[in-house]
Nanobody
Framework: QVQLVESGGGLVQPGGSLRLSCAAS????????LTWYRQVPGKQREWVAN???????AYADSVKGRFTISRDNAKMTVFLQMNNLKPEDTAVYYC??????????WGQGIQVTVSS
């Protein structure tokens, strides 16, 4: 079993930046796909970005050019650098580490609020 712990959320003004981190409790293989999602109350969870390797990343159109996903395999951590934040980015952000249906782990979620 792998526990994921997210950090780095909080309150930021529009145009500001935050860096989310999600650390695994034990070492994971490079085969894991690391993903960030977000969810607003009353809406479905939304895919934000995922990374397989430094050269293999993907982003939702709504965050492309503003968010950057990266991973540090030695530290068993995935990051989400969020720049030029907008009020519509306000949500609970979740990380997910998955390599198969049997090895599919979620973080507990962390609040990001963008407001003046």
């Amino acid at each position: 079993q792998v526990q994921l712990v997210e950090s780095g959320g909080g309150l930021v003004q529009p145009g500001g930046s935050l860096r989310l981190s999600c650390a695994a409790s034990r070492s994971i293989s490079d085969s894991y796909i690391l993903t960030w999602y977000r969810q607003v109350p009353g809406k479905q969870r939304e895919w934000v970005a995922n990374i397989i390797s430094d050269s293999n990343t993907a982003y939702a159109d709504s965050v492309k050019g503003r968010f950057t996903i990266s991973r540090d395999n030695a530290k068993m951590t995935v990051f989400l650098q969020m720049n030029n934040l907008k009020p519509e980015d306000t949500a609970v952000y979740y990380c997910r580490f998955r390599v198969s249906s049997a090895s599919d782990y979620w973080g507990q979620g962390i609040q990001v609020t963008v407001s003046s």
